[in-house]
Every structure is written in structure tokens, then in C-alpha cells.
């Protein structure tokens, strides 16, 4: 039951993807198959009212997904999958996990569908498997379990189900991008593993909760309430993330829109940085960091005599250098008041002070070098820079693309970082760097055209 | 500001109830103007103490009642210590301030050691998580624990009329789950009734009004936190037969039961309360940013707009969403000067006295950018509006009297008096900016508003008694 966020994709599938799809298909139904044998006769039928409650509650959660910011999506199906083991046994559990995945992808294509009944009957079957082998029981079976003795067994079986679960979709999403599977499992669940397993002691406590005599399903049901209640809150919160999130993004922009001189420039910036960022395998949530860095990088500069300092011609005095140079600090210190995502306070202020370092340690403000800088901060560095080479500007003609990669490579190892070099070139000679300007245009240029009419009237 | 200079001005103007509010359309009726009710500053000492007397008569006296169920020492300290985890978990709910999850722990109390222990176990979270966590007062935090022993020896005693039994809570008859299902309710009423009385004594708004306003947002946190309660008493009652067989891992299992989920609400109830705060700083730093940019703009002008329009909304009484985006608008509402050549903005004023064509722009400007910002349509609308006049007058619209959204026509007033009272040239006195103001009444500004705003500031002290009076005297 785990979903990734949709990536773009851009290039065709690998050929094996189907076949690989149908053959953990038709793995996971022949599993299912030999476990339900090797269960016949040992339980009898009482379990076929609880288990409809609980393939009732794993496609509810299903159904009902938290919908985290720009599309990505979680669900707690993890807790209920891992309770179903510990009260049913894989056999059962996997039939509920195969219903509830056939339910929950209806409408996906026939190959999807039975590639995830497959990858969630061999999770079953191997956490199943590691659970047994170190001793664990199931309540259906054994009435009730001593769990406090079977730590290492409940953990181990844990561990084993995320690890096939997650390794499988990875598996499939890499031949589907044609991308390392190492990659995508670092960029797309080695960091949701402790969230995962996080929700492991929710399952056990149901599983636990499940087996007081003469209460059984009512007490899950009491125990579920606030976990809905705090499903909705977080609901909630996520929705006013989202508006955070485009309020701020909306009004920097405006701050920048008006300027002949840096229209769109955060805009592209963000695009390409984001381009290295996943062209680095750098994980989603760092990806989500990065993109506010971009967004908000040039804030500090706004002040009224930003312009002159910069237009002018000549070398700046001592002052206005100062100036310059303290933009970055302006520009975090605004960020930390702005930033709002769960735990990476000062992530995102952190970035953009150190986006005018260089690598050599000549860069201000702080005259950090090397691994000094964090990579967000490296990366958004090249990305602009970049954008100010090949931007169209009033005032000057723009470098053509080879001459700016020409210049990063000079200046790679001193001022740039090779890597992120490296991956804005690889990007760019794969056709996945997009520089002509496609920014869609904002009704900003009919106002300015008008205000531009009313200034002309008044002169 | 002082309460009681707000009640004196009150009374030494007559009271309120002399405004004449025409139209009702705005929410403006004369009842909500007097339904905002003057704190009782005097009565609230003899509630609260009344309350504590009673709290500490009941709690002496259910030592009496004590044997009901036999309780183990440690079994005792269980619930104090969940409870008291718990009590310092609390959320914002407006009308009342503030409520703990410690419900769940009280209500399984009363299901599962009775009214009498509970409400020990009551007053020693209690007195533990406001006095000593929170480091409140002593006559609140023996408030807080008198009102929930109190409550909890009501409940129980109801619990008892209809039926139920203490510790044998069954679940397979319909008596019994009425029993559960009526108590939980009774202790979520009387809870927020006891709070919502306090809170309306020292901070004025009504009594009735808080209790209804916090009752809808109580029910969902109540709920959950009722559940969990019923299954902690439910799983007490067990013995934890099962679960464990040394007492600690028996513990650690309710433990587990209660906190985790009742943790995680609070978390998510806690994070949705804090983003709002989050939202209304960023939208602080976009305004000043925007301040530092615009030639010719006053550092803190937004911010203080914002302030005073807060003010004036509250005191009309708008809902709180509507007070939230009338703030929003203040911050931005001259976002759309980033748009507006810095050569017209530092030219001044033409020789009528109005403003550039291309100045006035901004205005219309300004809702173009927050426009796309579905949130913010509302904040959008008063930015756009915020240089309408009164007589119809104003730009960009023309748009007269009540055309103009309530919003924008406190954001104007603010705007105006913020920007008399700190302009950089030749600041006014506040009393003669509201006299200036006052002027205005009718042709560029609201009449009704005008009279709030000076209401307000006089409240504060910030504007003196006869600037205000004459209003009215010019209204009666």
C-alpha cells in the first residue's frame, strides 16, 4: 500500500517492465495459493467476520488518503496491513491486502493492478515467514499473543515487509523511468522508512487491543476514532501548507514581476535547480527544500537602491559592496520568518545565505568552501548563475547555452561544484533541460502596459 | 489597555446603545453592538472563588465515598500520570480558550474508578500541569481543578441515575452504552459551560455566545478523546488479563493505548493552530518587504494598518475569518505599487490634490496579484476597494456607501489614521487626526465607522474623551 509521488516522465519504459510486472503477478498469486493450502483446516471459519471488518478498514484508509503538498500522497494502510498479520497470518492478510489492492486500483490498468496484488501477498509471505521463524504467533490462531516476549520477531517482520514492499515498487518504477533502482529507493522511500515503521506500533497496538476477551472489533473501532480525528486535523494543516505555500510563491514573484531586469529569473532558477536536484538523487522532501530556497533567494534585495547600486557604472564603493554582499544575509533572514514546513526550520535561510559562496572559499557572505556548503546551496548557486548567463534581457544579448556551460566548466571546482555541473550538462544533452522561456505569461504585462499609457499621458 | 477605563468611558458616554446602526445587512445590528458585553471584571473574582470553594467541599467530601472500587496504589498512579500527560496537551478552541486531552483520562475515571477517585486524580493533573508546567496563577489553576471535580461528581452522579455501574462497564445492552454515550456528553457540556462562564467574566463577548461557539469545535476533540477514554476503561476493566502478566507491561500497554492516539491528534491539532500564526507572519514580512522596496512608502505602515484594522474589526464584532483577511489586507493592501513606475510614486501630488493616474492604479493592481490566491479573494476584494469614498467619489470603482465591502471601508479608515498619525512630513495628534477624520465622515469615509474607530481609540486612551464624545454629540 505505498504510492509514490507521479514523476514526469520523459522517456519510454524499459521493455522488461511488463514482464516483470506479470511475473510478480503470477508470483504473488501462486504464493497465496500454497499459503492458503498450508492454512486449511487450522482455523476453522471464525475469522471471516473479523477479517471483512478489517479489508472494510484497509480500503477506508485506502480511500482516504492524506494529500501531502504538490501531489504526493501517504496513507497509514501500513498499520492496519501489519495488524492483519499479527491477528490472521499471511495467508489471511494477504488475501485482505490483495482485495483491498484490487478495490483501491479499479480503475488502473490490468498489469498495475496485478503487480500490486502480487508485491503485497510476497510482503505478507515474507514478513510472515521471518515472524514464524523467530517464534511469533497470531491471535486468530493461538486465541491470544504475550507480544511483550516477541520484540524481535514483531520488528524483524516489520523491517521485512517495508523492505520487500518498497524494493519491488522500486524495482518497477525504475524500469518505467529507466533510472538505477538504487536511486529511485533512495529518492522515493529510503527516507519514508522511519515514517513507515513508525506506524508499526499503531498495527500492534490494534493487534493488541483486538484480543481483550469480549470486546475484540469494538475496541479497534474506539481506538481508531482519534487516529480519524487526527487524520482530518492533518488534513487540515496540509491544506493550509498549500495555501503558505502559494501565497509566498505568488507574492515573491510579484515583488520580481515588475522589474524589467530579474522578470522570471527565480522562476527559471527553480526549474532548473530542481532539474540537478533530482538529477542528483536528492530525496523528495530535500527537493521541496531546495525549491523554496529558489523561490526566495533574491528577497534580500529588495530595497530601493538596489537598482542603482547594481546599474551603476564603475566599481561600487565600499558601502554599496557591502550591500551586495550582505544580500544573502537579508535575503535568510527574511526566509526564516517566511519558511513553513514540519522540521526543517531553517533549512531554506540556511541555503539561501550560502548560495553566493564559492567553492574555493572566496564567495561571501561567510567564505565558506568545499562540503562546507551544503549541496542545495551548490547547486543553486549553478543553477543561477546559469539563469543570469542565458537569460534575454533588456539591456544586454544573452550568452548562447554552449558558452555558458563553457564558462561553469572553467570555473568548475573553484566557484562551481563539478557535480552539479556535471548534472546541469547531462540534463541538458538528454533534451531534459527546457531554457527556452515557456513561462506562461501572467496578466502582469497588461497592467504595466496600462500604467506605462497613464505615466506617457501624464509627461 | 484597561478594562476599566473601558467600562468607565462606557458608562460616562451612556453606553453604546445610542449608535444608530440603519442597515443590518453588514452583521452591524445595535443587538451585536451591545451583545459585545463589557467584561464583569467585579463578578469574575466571586465566580471563580465560589467555584473553588465548591471544588475543594466536593473533593473533601468524596473521601468519603472512596472504597467503590478497590484501587491499587500504583494502579491510582497510573491514571494521575496519564492524566497528567495528557492535561498538558492542550489546543486552542476559540470561546474558551483552551482544552485539554486529559478528557480522556477523566472520563475513563469516572467509567472505570468512579466520580470520587477520578476527581483526585482530577485536581492533582490539574493543579500539576497548570501550576507547575504552565506556571499559571494559583487562583486559575485551582479554578481549572475545581470546575473539572465538580463536573466529574455531577457526571458520575448522573452515570449512576441512568444505570451504570462502575467498573463493569458492558458494551452488549443498549441501558448501559446510553448510560456511557449520555455521560460523555454531560461532561463535554459542563466542562465547556464552567470555562466558557470564566472566560466571558474577564474578557467579555457573552456568555452564550462562547459557550455556542466553542462547542462545535469541543465536539470533534471531545469525541476522540471519549473513544479513547471508554477503551482505556474498557481494557482497565480487563485486568489486562492477557496482555501482560507482570503489571509493568501492563501498564506500558494502557499507557500506549491512550497516549498514542491521543498524542497524535494533538500533534495534528497543534500543528493546524500554529499554521495560521505561521500565514499571518509571512504575510507581514511580504508587506514590509514590499515597503522596502517602494519608493516612498512608510517602513511599518502595513503592519500598523493592519493593527488598527483588526481592531476596528473586532469591535464590529465580524466572525474571525473575516477579521483574519481584513489583517491579511492590511499588510498588502498597497502591494500593487511594486507596480507602479517609482518615478510617478515620488512625484506627489498633482495640482488638484489627487493622486497620479498611474498611483491610482495600484489599487486595481493590487487585487491583481492576490487575486489568483484563492485564499486571499476576500483580502483581494477590500485591497481593490480601499480607495473608494464614501459619496461614491473614490477610485477604482466609483463604487458608493454600502457598495463598498465592510472590509475595505475599515481598511480606508485605518489606512487614513495611520497614515495622518504618521506621516513623515507632519504627523497629527491622534485627536486631531480623528477630528480630521470626523471632517470626513459621510463624504470620504463611513460615517458609522468613523464613530467605532473613535470609540476604539478612546477605549485604549489613545484618543481623549471629548474628541470621541463629540462624535456622537455631531450624531445624536
Known sequence: MMQSAVSARTTEPARLLRPYLLLIGLLGWIVLAWLLVGMRGRMGWGWVWPAGFFLGLAVLVGLQPVRLPRGAVTTVGFAVDYSCLLIFGPAVAGVIGLVSETVLLWKSPGSRKLFNQGQVVLAFAGAGLVYRGLGGQYVQLAGSVPFGEKGVALIASGVTYFSISSLLIAIGIALWERRPVAGVWAMSFRWTAPRFLALAPFGLLMAMVYQTPGLGLVAVGLFLAPLVGARYAFQGAMEMVAVHRETVWALSKALEAYDPYTRDHSELVTRYALAMGRELALPAPRLEILEWACRLHDIGKCRQDWESIIRKPGKPSEREWEVIRQHPVEGSRLAERMEFLPHTAGEVARIVRAHHERLDGSGYPDGQAGERICLEARVLGVADAFEAMTARRAYRQPRTTQQAFAELRRCAGSQFDPQAVDALIALWERGELLVEDSLEQAPLPALLAAVGEAAGGMG | ?476
Not at chain 2, 482544552?99 to 493543579?127: D, E, Y
Not at chain 2, 477604482?396 to 495611520?418: D, K, M, S
Open chain 2, 1 to 476: 489597555m484597561s478594562e476599566k477605563a473601558k467600562v468607565k468611558s462606557e458608562k460616562a458616554k451612556g453606553g453604546p446603545s445610542r449608535f444608530e446602526i440603519r442597515d443590518s445587512r453588514d452583521r452591524l445590528s445595535p443587538l451585536r453592538l451591545l451583545a459585545s458585553s463589557t467584561p464583569r471584571l467585579f463578578l469574575l473574582p466571586c465566580y471563580v472563588g465560589a467555584t473553588i470553594l465548591a471544588g475543594m467541599l466536593a473533593l473533601a467530601h468524596s473521601l468519603g465515598g472512596w472504597g467503590m472500587v478497590e484501587l491499587g496504589g500504583w494502579e491510582l498512579a497510573l491514571f494521575i500520570g496519564l492524566a497528567a500527560i495528557l492535561d498538558v496537551m492542550v489546543v486552542p478552541v476559540a470561546g474558551v480558550g483552551a482544552m485539554a486531552a486529559s478528557f480522556a483520562v477523566f472520563f475513563a475515571g469516572l467509567l472505570a474508578l468512579g466520580a470520587g477517585p477520578t476527581c483526585w486524580v482530577a485536581a492533582l493533573a490539574v493543579l500539576w500541569s497548570d501550576g507547575i508546567v504552565r506556571r499559571k496563577p494559583l487562583a486559575r489553576s485551582a479554578f481549572n481543578a475545581s470546575h473539572s471535580v465538580l463536573s466529574l461528581l455531577g457526571v458520575g452522579w448522573i452515570f449512576q441515575q441512568l444505570g451504570g455501574e462502575v467498573g463493569t462497564v458492558v458494551l452488549n445492552r443498549w441501558q448501559p452504552i446510553g448510560a456511557v454515550i449520555a455521560s460523555a456528553v454531560c461532561l463535554w457540556l459542563l466542562e465547556t459551560a464552567w470555562v466558557s462562564a470564566a472566560v466571558a467574566l474577564e474578557r467579555g463577548g457573552g456568555w452564550w455566545r462562547r459557550l455556542t461557539s466553542a462547542l462545535g469545535p469541543g465536539l470533534a476533540w471531545d469525541g476522540a478523546l471519549a473513544s479513547a477514554g471508554l477503551l482505556l476503561a474498557l481494557l482497565y476493566q480487563s485486568r489486562w488479563e492477557l496482555v501482560g502478566q507482570s503489571s509493568w507491561q501492563g501498564a506500558l500497554f494502557l499507557g500506549a493505548t491512550v497516549l498514542i492516539p491521543c498524542g497524535l491528534l494533538y500533534y495534528a491539532y497543534r500543528l493546524q493552530g500554529s499554521l495560521g500564526e505561521v500565514y499571518s507572519q509571512s504575510l507581514r514580512t511580504l508587506g514590509a518587504l514590499l515597503e522596502a522596496k517602494v519608493e516612498g512608502s512608510q517602513p511599518g505602515h502595513g503592519e500598523q494598518v493592519a493593527k488598527l484594522a483588526t481592531r476596528l474589526a473586532e469591535s464590529l464584532e465580524l466572525p474571525p475569518a473575516q477579521v483574519e483577511q481584513i489583517r491579511y489586507a492590511g499588510y498588502l493592501h498597497d502591494i500593487g505599487k511594486v507596480g507602479v513606475p517609482s518615478a510617478m510614486l515620488s512625484r506627489g501630488r498633482d495640482q488638484f490634490g489627487g493622486e497620479p493616474e498611474a498611483v491610482r492604479l495600484h489599487a486595481q493592481l493590487g487585487s491583481g496579484i492576490l487575486s489568483p490566491i484563492r485564499f486571499l479573494q476576500p483580502a483581494a476584494e477590500m485591497v481593490k476597494a480601499h480607495h473608494e469614498r464614501w459619496d461614491g467619489l473614490g477610485y477604482p470603482a466609483g463604487l458608493r456607501q454600502r457598495q463598498i465591502p465592510l472590509g475595505a471601508r475599515v481598511l480606508a479608515l485605518a489606512n487614513a489614521y495611520v497614515g495622518m498619525t504618521h506621516s513623515p512630513a507632519q504627523p497629527l495628534t491622534p485627536d486631531q487626526a480623528i477630528s480630521r477624520l470626523k471632517q470626513a465622515a459621510g463624504s470620504r469615509f463611513d460615517p458609522e465607522m468613523v464613530v467605532v474607530l473613535a470609540r476604539v481609540l478612546c477605549a485604549s486612551g489613545e484618543v481623549t474623551r471629548q474628541e470621541a464624545g463629540e462624535v456622537e454629540f455631531a450624531r445624536q
